[in-house]
């Protein structure tokens, strides 16, 4: 029977790791991601799992790119700095097709900013901060418990997909203790990454099968390959003809689009009969949740999309939630990043951003005003 606990998102993140079968971390300490690193240099030891503080995050990204690669489950941790540190390799990554997971526990920006201050400013960073086309997949929990659950799907979809997957929390949820009860280990649908069964001789690295992606044998295993940052053939060998290049870029991108009812995740509050729609993700929802109830409760027929994948953007799930809705309130704790990919599926005329970017979380009145204002009424 799963026991109930106080802990922190940080932890929670930490210990889903570890529950989706992570043996490797590799990071460099900084708030407000800290406690994720703490946690995983006293545990993976005990569990026959490798540990490095690193000199710096760019060698971090480094160290779990060459990890990956040897068959292992690898994740890094980081913040705002450090996650900008991290995006040269971060694209190495998503050429190489490597199964990692980066976690960023977003702060206050930019430069140091404000180190111990919420924010969600890296939300468009995490989607397009590496150079050049790619595809990648990003996740933002809004609790604890989400936390924990979220990180083993992040692990699945990194191991399954063979992209790097970026596990965007903020330093509410990171720094927020909660009561959760947890599942019992070994109870949670665990995900491995392909390897190829045929003969070594015959092995070609980046050759898809049906769903787009490649068997990944590990480094020492018998099957030599060769991996490189430059667009390449099925081999792994450099090759920049254009009809190698645009199947490359392609099928970065559609191997996650084909698994997107899999891989989008959100949930509902009051959506049933809602005509003015908050979407929100990460510690915002939780204020947005707040004020859906006290909406309601003015008689306001109000409803929450909480988005929890927000890359690939799931357009149609937004658009289908704001088809009925007259009005859409997308709240932020930045200058407005998500609402320009909202606007896109909904229309500009409807939508309206509630922003907050001070080092403070946007609150559930902030919100229950523009629900107010979205009616006609007064506050």
Same mark, same amino acid.
């Given at each position: ?5 106080? @802990?922190?998102?940080?932890?929670? &993140? ?33 569990? /026959? ?6 000199? !710096?995050?760019?060698?971090?990204? /480094?160290?779990?790119?060459?990890? =990956? ?9 980081? =913040? ?8 040269? $390799? %971060? ?36 989607? *397009? ?6 595809? %990648? ?5 809004? =609790? ?25 929390? !903020? ?16 109870? &949670?649908?665990? %995900? ?18 049906? !769903? ?50 899999? @891989? ?16 929100? +993700? ?28 927000? *890359? ?22 930045? +200058?407005?990043?998500? @609402? ?18 001070? /080092?403070? %979380? ?8 523009? $629900? ?8």
């Amino acid at each position: 029977m799963a026991k109930a606990r106080l @802990i922190q998102g940080n932890q929670a &993140c930490a210990e889903g790791a570890l529950a989706a079968g992570v043996t490797f971390f590799a990071g460099y300490p900084i708030t407000p991601s800290t406690e994720v690193m703490e946690i995983l240099a006293e545990e993976l030891p005990k569990r /026959g799992g490798k540990f490095l503080q690193m000199e !710096d995050e760019i060698a971090s990204m /480094g160290a779990v790119c060459g990890a =990956s690669l040897t068959g292992v489950k690898a994740i890094t941790a980081t =913040s705002g700095p450090g996650f900008s540190l991290k995006q040269e $390799l %971060i694209g190495y990554a998503a050429m190489a097709e490597l199964p990692v997971v980066i976690v960023n526990v977003q702060r206050s920006g930019p430069s140091t900013g404000l180190p111990t201050s919420p924010a969600q400013g890296d939300v468009m960073q995490s989607r *397009w901060g590496t150079h050049g086309d790619h595809g %990648i997949l990003v996740l933002s929990p809004a =609790s604890v418990k989400e936390s924990y659950e979220v990180m083993i799907k992040a692990v699945n979809f990194a191991e399954k997909f063979r992209t790097p997957v970026i596990f965007l929390l !903020d330093e509410v949820i990171g720094h927020m203790r909660e009561r959760v009860e947890l599942p019992e280990a070994g109870s &949670c649908e665990i %995900i491995d990454r392909k390897v190829p069964t045929g003969a070594p001789a015959e092995y070609l690295a980046y050759k898809p099968e049906a !769903d787009g992606v490649p068997p990944m044998a590990p480094f020492g295993s018998g099957y030599r390959y060769h991996v490189t940052g430059l667009m390449h053939g099925y081999n792994g060998l450099p090759n920049s003809t254009a009809a190698m290049t645009t199947e490359v870029i392609d099928r970065m991108h559609t191997k996650l689009e084909q698994a997107k009812e899999e @891989i989008t995740l959100y949930t509902e509050y009051e959506m049933a009969d809602a005509e003015h729609v908050v979407i929100a +993700y990460g510690g915002t929802a939780r204020s947005a949740i707040a004020a859906v109830k006290a909406a309601r409760a003015k008689g306001i027929k109000a409803g929450l999309l909480k988005l929890i994948t927000i *890359w690939p953007f799931p357009g149609d799930v937004v658009q289908k939630a704001a088809a009925k809705a007259k009005t859409v309130i997308v709240p932020e704790m930045n +200058y407005g990043q998500l @609402i320009g990919e909202v606007e896109r599926y909904v229309g500009r005329d409807k939508v309206r951003g509630v922003n907050r970017f001070d /080092g403070t %979380i946007l609150t559930p009145d902030e919100i229950l005003a523009a $629900l107010v204002e979205a009616t006609g009424g007064a506050n």
